[in-house]
């Protein structure tokens, strides 16, 4: 077999996952992940792999695939990313969201970031190194899944479920939204590159909330009413102030970033210094309830006997238990509350040989990097995977410019990713292999 560069095939294979339609708007009546997951499977086929496409659904479907280690006897590694994007208006964009065009040194469109670029770079990496025939020292198991838009119910969740087999002997795990760089002001008047790491996960609640009331004749005094009562539960909610926690992970990501011990009174002060990352971090110094959706009625002059609201709640590992005590505490006596969707948090202690293999890989490519723990506010598939007892973590490396807002590009307008910054994370992933 002629072996294959990765750096050269990385864009390419970004590019044309792209192009595939897997919009996901969590009603199973999207395109599916199926004709990816072929393509997938396809690119893993040809350089001697044997893939597995598993479809939870008509059209949902996931690949499956194992490289054998040198050492079998080691506990195996997953990397994870799934094939499906959320959905899109294309007027917004300067390039279309399919069209997966190379322009101004970036590749455009939907799932760049989040998260065809990582399945891409999974791949290329794959590819050459089966191509020249070097196999890693642990067995790793490749997953691309289905659904993680949508919570992964006929994706991990599916899988983790109905074939845990795949996953046997995996205990660790490298996943979405970790190992990218931000640019930060150092204390001699530089410059530093930290490299972010995902080592924990805000857990989930989508809330339907539910008041009932005594319907009646718009015009006349009702004190059952269904929509006054939801309507204050749901300012409570919305208006809370939720107390600081810092978690082992921010406070260790505040410790890394600041280079001094930062308390929960100064945590605020500190995330305004943070400039692009004061959005993404600053929703993990605690709880939120964000209220979503509101239905109630049918005409002006009715007063309704019910109401609904939503509400995307968000609770930080170890808080779970308060975080309910106080919603239903807000909601009071008259207000019902329901799950949508439900998941756990996870956190991982930031250290041990994963964790040294990602710092060194990302050190051997950038001498001056330095790799520190946060928290995701939102989810990934290793929620899922954690269920089968694996610890993960979000890796995949990127080298971004110092004013790319990176993380307002998942789920934004113009999502793109720096050609660059692939060929960096296909050698950093590289080499991590080696290390792990």
């Not at 660790?172 to 930060?184: H, K, L, N, P, R």
């Not at 400039?275 to 971090?281: D, E, P």
């Not at 971004?400 to 934004?412: A, K, Q, R, T």
């Not at 793109?416 to 296909?426: A, I, M, W």
Request: aromatic letters at 8%; proline letters at 5%.
């Amino acid at each position: 077999m002629t072996p294959l560069n990765s750096e050269d095939e990385v864009v390419e294979l970004c590019s044309d996952l792209i192009r595939i339609d897997s919009t996901n708007a969590g009603d199973n009546n999207g395109p599916g992940e199926r004709k990816a997951a072929e393509y997938v499977a396809e690119k893993l086929a040809e350089v001697g792999l044997e893939p597995r496409i598993f479809e939870s659904d008509a059209g949902r479907a996931n690949v499956i695939a194992r490289i054998e280690g040198t050492s079998p006897e080691r506990d195996a590694l997953l990397l994870h990313g799934h094939l499906d994007v959320v959905p899109f208006n294309a007027a917004d964009w300067r390039h279309h969201p399919l069209s997966g065009e190379v322009a101004d040194g970036c590749v455009w469109g939907r799932g760049a970031v989040d998260m065809k670029d990582m399945d891409a770079m999974i791949l290329a990496v794959a590819r050459q190194r089966l191509s020249e025939g070097r196999r890693p020292p642990r067995d790793i198991v490749l997953a691309f899944s289905a659904d993680e838009e949508a919570g992964g119910h006929y994706g991990a969740q599916w899988l983790v479920e109905k074939h845990p087999e795949v996953f046997e002997g995996c205990t660790e795990a490298i996943g979405e939204v970790g190992g990218f760089s931000v640019t930060m002001d150092s204390k001699d008047g530089g410059k530093r590159r930290l490299y972010l790491i995902e080592a924990a996960e805000k857990g989930i609640a989508w809330m339907r909330l539910t008041a009932k009331g005594r319907a009646g004749h718009g015009s006349m005094l009702n004190d059952e009413n269904a929509v006054t009562e939801l309507a204050e539960a749901v300012g409570r909610l919305g208006r809370y102030e939720w107390p600081v926690r810092l978690t082992p992970t921010v406070q260790a990501f505040f410790d890394e970033v600041f280079e001094v011990e930062v308390k929960a009174e100064d945590a605020e002060a500190a995330v305004a210094e943070l400039g692009l990352l004061a959005r993404m971090i600053g929703a993990t110094l605690r709880n939120t309830t964000n209220p979503t959706m509101l239905e109630a009625g049918y005409k002006a002059n009715v007063i309704p006997q019910g109401a609904v609201a939503h509400v995307d709640g968000r609770f930080l590992p170890g808080y779970e238990d308060e975080f309910f005590q106080t919603i239903d505490e807000l909601l009071g006596p008259n207000v019902t509350r329901e799950f949508v969707y439900h998941d756990v948090a996870v956190e991982t202690t930031f250290k041990g040989p994963l964790v040294k293999a990602m710092a060194d890989a990302l050190h051997t490519e950038d001498p001056g990097a330095k790799t520190v723990p946060y928290t995701l506010s939102g989810g990934t598939d290793l929620k899922a995977f954690s269920r089968l007892g694996i610890q993960g973590y979000g890796f995949a490396p990127l080298q971004l410019p110092p004013d790319l807002d990176f993380s307002g590009m998942f789920h934004g307008i113009d999502e793109r990713v720096p050609v660059d910054s692939l060929r960096f994370g296909v050698r950093v992933l590289d080499r991590f292999l080696d290390y792990c």
